[in-house]
């Protein structure tokens, strides 16, 4: 009788996310807590940085009841990011190939590739809300929590083992026919429902790509990265000054970084986005270091109302584009905007600017 209607619940939740345009889902159990001396190994070494939430948090996310008291089941959703105009290139280079070399080539600002539409914790929040509410008006009594990255959970544990793919050697989830640019949603949830089964096979092999593609080795062993040296958290998620070692090393990306993923072979699978809001805005697929320069902050703001890029700030952003200005190869008038910022500047960004005025001389 209990399997009769955890198949029937699972039916429900599969018409309800074929009809919204869902991607691929599964269902996890909550026990997490294999996870436990990893996580706690990887805090204890300070790997975290200055992200306090990892350690105040602590091992409070591999507890489902921590989000949602009395969960039973996870229910994991991969939705696909890249757009597909990124992904079709006009030519017979990948766009794997083209972004690599576009950025290597440290003539132009980068913005990384999930953060160039709207933000990702909106747009899925918010279908995972209506996802839920759909279900939970066709069966009443049972309750539901959604999550999208920054609730305290353990988001790619939870799809690996609802077979959504594997964890890859840069700890990021991969399927083999999707790659891993995609986003991962999940719901808390109180309903029966059958398990999907954990994803099979590790399908790394011996591939270390993601682990040489690194540029500031932030990917210390596999499985395994040190926040500290990984260019997303310095230019996302760190406030203090950029460590000096590290700033040639960020080159010009403005905020985040792709490098792993693009460098993994089974992105050449990656499947396009299904939703217009993660479309590129031309601010950030075709970024202006004359007109990123000289934004003021109400500008910056207006700009970048609704995308995840606001979430660091002007003093970060500033920052970041600084450091980039520095790596920067070959842009006519760079020093003379630096001169520019640096008149408005404090002496955090002051310090920055200088030092990518040395690396213009």
Known sequence: M???????????????????????????????????????????????????????????????????????????????????????????????????????AHNKPYVSLYARGRDYHKVIRQRLKRFADAVNSEVGGFGFRVAVDSAPTAEVEIARKAGLGWRGKHTLLIHPDEGSLFFLGEVFTNMPLPLSGEFGKNHCGTCTSCITACPTRAIVKPYQVDARRCISYLTIEHDSEIPLELRPLVGTRIYGCDDCQLACPWNKFAKPAQYADFNPRAEFEK?????????????????????????????????NLAVAAGNSVGVVGMREALLEMRSSADAFLMEHIDWALSRLD
């Open 287 to 319: 970024p202006d270091w004359f007109a990123m320069m000289r934004w003021t902050e109400q500008e910056f703001l207006r700009i970048t109302e609704g995308s995840a890029i606001r979430r660091i700030g002007y003093k970060r952003f500033r920052r």
């Open 2 to 104: 209990q399997a009769h209607q955890e198949q029937e619940n699972w039916a429900l939740l599969q018409r309800v996310a074929k009809a919204q345009g869902l991607g691929c889902m599964g269902v996890s159990d909550t026990h997490l807590q294999a996870c436990e001396p990893h996580l706690q190994a990887w805090l204890n070494q300070g790997m975290h940085g200055e992200m306090a939430y990892m350690e105040r948090h602590g091992l409070k996310r591999l507890n489902a009841d921590t989000l949602f008291p009395g969960a039973i089941r996870i229910v994991s959703l991969r939705v696909p990011y890249v757009p597909e105009t990124t992904l079709n290139q006009p030519d017979a280079t990948t766009f794997t190939e083209k972004t690599l070399m576009e950025i290597e």
